[in-house]
Nanobody, 110 residues
Framework: QVHLVESGGGLVQPGGSLKLSCSASGSIFVIMGWYRQAPGKQRELVALMIGGGTTNYADSVKGRFTISTDNAKRTIYLQMNGLRPEDSAVYYC??????WGQGTQVTVSS
């Protein structure tokens, strides 16, 4: 059974940075990534990594967010730079086929 635990969320001012971490246990993951859900909105894809190399980003975060992994530590990261108020949401770690973390809150506000 896969167990995912996110950390690194918090309150940051616009233009600031945060780095989210997702500690994973279980099988080796081929598809992994980050989603987010803001109040009243559907959960949306933020960043996805396939096969340890190919990445896919939501248009709204391209050039600002970077997904990476440390396989030895079984950890998935999301580096978020240039944060905007509209990035505020609960961020969820994901691994295929249907494994989710509990979420970590990111709030961007002055």
């Amino acid at each position: 059974q896969v167990h995912l635990v996110e950390s690194g969320g918090g309150l940051v001012q616009p233009g600031g940075s945060l780095k989210l971490s997702c500690s994973a246990s279980g099988s080796i993951f081929v598809i992994m990534g980050w989603y987010r859900q803001a109040p009243g909105k559907q959960r949306e894809l933020v960043a996805l990594m396939i096969g340890g190399g190919t990445t896919n980003y939501a248009d709204s975060v391209k050039g600002r967010f970077t997904i990476s992994t440390d396989n030895a530590k079984r950890t998935i990261y999301l580096q978020m730079n240039g944060l905007r108020p509209e990035d505020s949401a609960v961020y969820y770690c994901y691994t295929a086929p249907n494994n989710w973390g509990q979420g970590t809150q990111v709030t961007v506000s002055s």
